[in-house]
T-cell receptor
Framework: GQNIDQPTEMTATEGAIVQINCTYQ??????LFWYQQHAGEAPTFLSY??LDGLEEKGRFSSFLSRSKGYSYLLLKELQMKDSASYLC??????????WGAGTKLIIKP | IAGITQAPTSQILAAGRRMTLRCTQD?????MYWYRQDLGLGLRLIHY???????GKGEVPDGYSVSRANTDDFPLTLASAVPSQTSVYFC??????????????FGAGSRLTVL
């Protein structure tokens, strides 16, 4: 079967750095997405990786290793507004998105 | 403001009743999707439409139907609601329905409780 694994919850301190991991086992691979979802709101797009390596976008970076079935989202200079759930999703060989359950990130002052 | 509008925002429904969740987008996106989100689970695709006039079944289509009469509207109907359909429903759209950076834009969600 197809599976996306990410930690259920993480806690970090304002101003610090946090890395949220995502491992996947899917039927084929056509890209990996990260979305942010604040409580009670819609998910919003953060990043897309289809080739191995690091994609940097401001305070957020996303890394992909296709051979290891692994990605991480790196958040730097954490702010209170970064408290949210972070969803990892993989597009499989049929171009269907498979979603992880999300990682709830709690930022403490 | 460009985006996706969902209605209702929240609804409590008696089991056995029929319910239609509405979804309208103004971005002229070709593809539209309905997902449900339940605690502890990833988003699950109910139905999708790659272009007006066509629809397809997702991972959890049973008990739901959709139509895509035009580009903008993609209503989701529960013919006879059951308690297991209690969930938050998200409508989404994307410019393309397949390969590439198929970025989804989501509506604000409809919270449905079936008693």
């Amino acid at each position: 079967g197809q599976n996306i694994d990410q930690p259920t919850e993480m806690t970090a301190t304002e101003g610090a750095i946090v890395q949220i991991n995502c491992t996947y086992q899917t039927s084929g691979f056509n890209g990996l997405f990260w979305y942010q979802q604040h409580a009670g709101e819609a998910p919003t797009f953060l990043s897309y990786n289809v080739l191995d390596g690091l994609e940097e976008k401001g305070r957020f970076s996303s890394f992909l290793s296709r051979s290891k079935g692994y990605s991480y989202l790196l958040l730097k200079e954490l702010q209170m507004k970064d408290s949210a759930s972070y969803l990892c999703a993989v597009m499989d060989s049929n171009y269907q998105l498979i979603w992880g359950a999300g990682t709830k990130l709690i930022i403490k002052p | 403001i460009a985006g996706i509008t969902q209605a209702p925002t929240s609804q409590i429904l008696a089991a056995g009743r029929r319910m239609t969740l509405r979804c309208t987008q103004d971005m002229r996106h070709n593809a539209m999707y309905w997902y449900r989100q339940d605690l502890g689970l990833g988003l699950r695709l109910i139905h999708y439409s790659n272009t007006a006039g066509t629809t397809g079944k997702g991972e959890v289509p049973d008990g739901y139907s959709v139509s895509r009469a035009n580009t903008d509207d993609f209503p989701l109907t529960l013919a006879s609601a059951v308690p297991s359909q209690t969930s938050v429903y998200f409508c989404a759209s994307s410019d393309t329905g397949g390969a590439g950076a198929n970025v989804l834009t989501f509506g604000a969600g409809s919270r449905l409780t079936v008693l």
